[in-house]
């Protein structure tokens, strides 16, 4: 079982477009959401936490659905440094564990010139 | 800006030795986590610590697999015989403070068992 997936990718878009990049998890229990991004051979970096009333950081925005166990990010007005592998990440902390951080493959974004 | 330190960057063994990769958590970090991504494919989780004990392990994380903490600032995990599926990138995390959930990662120590 997969315990998160994501849209395979790859995404390429001119400069100035909008993306949109979508997530479902399977554990209900899950408890935290983020968007990390990754680039090429590098550590996964946090963009932004997930939260069910939403969130927006600039260009990016973030929406939680716990119900359909959906979660989405969207760039508007992607800039050539947003070129990257973008991971949904979930996190099932809780009770007497630390918790663990599931990620989906990624997918692919390339801005174009 | 604080961060999660690796080395080495890059290790390169023989099949069957011991390797010890290192980590120095964010400094008032308290949980620490190793994970690990096979070239091409996704970032899997290997064991969480805290108050120096394991708090959690994957099925990954088998009897060749252990982490210390052997002072206040390191964190190892160490592979005691190394197989060719070792190889893959080995990332630290740590957490703390007010947003325990939020891991921080370290640049990471590529391994490449021969």
């Known amino acids: 079982r997969k315990e998160v997936e994501q849209d395979p990718g790859p995404f390429n878009v001119p400069e100035g477009a909008t993306v949109a990049f979508n997530c479902t998890y399977s554990?209900?229990?899950?408890?935290?959401f983020f968007w990390y991004r990754q680039d090429c051979r590098k550590e996964p970096k946090l963009l932004m936490s997930?939260?069910?009333s939403g969130n927006e950081d600039g260009r990016f925005t973030a929406q939680l659905n716990r119900a359909s166990q959906y979660i989405s990010l969207l760039i508007r007005d992607s800039k050539l440094s947003d070129s990257a592998t973008y991971l949904c990440?979930?996190?099932?902390?809780?009770?007497?564990?630390?918790?663990?951080?599931?990620f989906g493959r990624g997918t692919q974004l390339t801005v174009w010139p | 800006e604080p961060e999660v330190t690796q080395t080495p960057s890059h290790q390169v063994t023989q099949m069957g030795q011991e390797v010890i990769l290192r980590c120095v958590p964010i400094?008032?970090?308290?949980?620490f986590y190793w994970y690990r991504q096979i070239l091409g494919q996704k970032v899997e989780f290997l064991v969480s610590?805290?108050?120096?004990?394991?708090?959690?392990k994957s099925e990954i994380f088998d009897d060749q697999f252990s982490v210390e903490r052997p002072d206040g600032s390191n964190f190892t995990l160490k592979i005691r015989s190394t197989k060719l599926e070792d190889s893959a990138m080995y990332f630290c995390?740590?957490?703390?403070?007010?947003?325990?959930?939020?891991?921080?990662f370290g640049a990471g120590t590529r391994l490449s068992v021969l």
């Open positions: 995390a740590s957490s703390g403070g007010l947003a325990k959930n939020i891991q921080y």
């Open positions: 554990n209900s229990a899950s408890q935290s």
């Open positions: 997930v939260y069910s």
């Open positions: 990440v979930v996190n099932t902390e809780g009770g007497s564990t630390l918790g663990r951080l599931y």
């Open positions: 400094s008032n970090h308290l949980y």
């Open positions: 610590f805290y108050n120096n004990e394991i708090s959690e």
